[in-house]
């Protein structure tokens, strides 16, 4: 009889570089390379305990999102732990009583899942470790790889520094299949970047990322833009490794305004940009134009606002958002986080 149990906080990512569109072939994988930030204060923790008795044939498994039952959330991970069946003995041996919250606000908009998928990948490797004796090695690279199978993006949550996933010649170990840690020293002052996350709509989208990747298929513009991201990819690198901030911040807006171009361009068209998230950006332009200060913005897939800024202008950027960008956030919320502290082991 075994009884084995693990938990693991891991947080929530944002690229800079974006992930929109899958290939064809594969499970999940990119059309593109993407490169995000790990944003340390906004995290998941997970528990698994994982008890003798799945003779089921199938993932047998308990669900509890802070404390409660939540059916949506069920089924994207009955799909997660169908996907890797094959290779993970703890999923078709062992019954998996899985305990997750995260340290942010339900329905803010901001995607729970790449920080959810990330602490759970990170407690199944782990545990098949445990449970196969050493047979089964645990690494970051592995977590990575199962992460993706969840979301796609959550490959990139299990570093603390920028993480790059996908094949690209300017990172030789780069891979489809597992997110890689950025291997260059990033210069000051983009070595201590923080991310104001400004929420204007906490609503359900109405369009799914997996459906926008999906839209991505016969689009005839979709190759434009695998073209530009490959190339946005190696300008930003540069960009980090010499602490070129001005190159930094035209990259990171051009990429946060193509993905949602490139959402304008499917078919059916739709947006997810609201009259809130417009109204904020043209508020940065302002007061970059007027301060000088290298304050930014990109957008995830969805109406909320991230804020990046070097840590040194901290004080000035947190008036500006306090003064003049509340008054666009829903209930006037919005949440800050520091980046480049990866993921935690939370037991022995
Ligand atoms: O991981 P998914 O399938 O939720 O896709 C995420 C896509 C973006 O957040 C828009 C971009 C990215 O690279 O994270």
């Not at 703890?90 to 990330?118: D, K």
């Not at 990033?186 to 999906?214: R, Y």
Request: aromatic content about 10%; overall charge negative.
């Amino acid at each position: 009889m075994s009884n084995l149990k693990i938990s693991y906080r891991c947080p929530s990512n944002i690229a800079l570089i974006k992930y929109w569109g899958k290939k064809a072939e594969g499970i999940q994988l990119p059309a593109n390379a993407s490169i995000s930030l790990t944003l340390s204060d906004l995290y998941a923790e997970t528990t698994i305990s994982a008890v003798d008795g799945n003779i089921s044939g199938k993932p047998s498994f308990s669900l509890l999102l802070d404390g409660k039952p939540k059916k949506s959330f069920e089924t994207k991970i009955q799909h997660f732990l169908e996907r890797i069946w094959d290779q993970y003995s703890i999923v078709r041996e062992m019954h998996l009583q899985i305990e997750t919250s995260n340290n942010f606000p339900h329905g803010t908009g901001i995607a729970s899942s790449a920080a959810g998928f990330g602490a759970l990948a990170l407690c199944i490797s782990e545990l098949e470790e445990e449970y196969t004796n050493g047979k089964y090695k645990h690494t970051v690279e592995n977590a990575s790889k199962i992460a993706r199978l969840g979301s796609g993006s959550a490959c990139r949550s299990v570093f603390g520094k920028p993480a790059v996933w996908g094949k690209h010649e300017y990172f030789d170990k780069s891979s489809d299949e597992y997110a890689i840690e950025f291997d260059y020293e990033i210069a000051f002052p983009l070595n201590q970047l923080n991310d104001a996350v400004l929420i204007i709509d906490a609503g359900e989208k109405t369009v799914s990322s997996s459906e926008g990747h999906g839209l991505l298929s016969g689009n005839p513009y979709a190759e434009a833009r695998y073209k530009s991201a490959t190339a946005n990819l190696s300008k930003i690198a540069e960009a980090l490794k010499k602490g070129n901030i001005h190159h930094f911040i035209h990259i990171v807006e051009s990429e946060a305004l193509q993905l949602h171009a490139m959402m304008m361009l499917s078919n059916p068209y739709y947006i997810l940009m609201r009259p809130g998230t417009l109204a904020v950006i043209e508020k940065i332009w302002k007061f970059r134009e007027q301060t000088g200060l290298p304050v930014m913005f990109t957008l995830d897939a969805g109406a909320n606002v991230h804020v990046l800024y070097p840590d040194e202008y901290t004080e000035q950027i947190v008036n500006f958002i306090e003064n003049e960008l509340l008054l666009f956030c829903q209930n006037r919320t919005y949440l800050r986080s520091r980046t480049g502290r990866g993921p935690e082991k939370l037991t022995n």
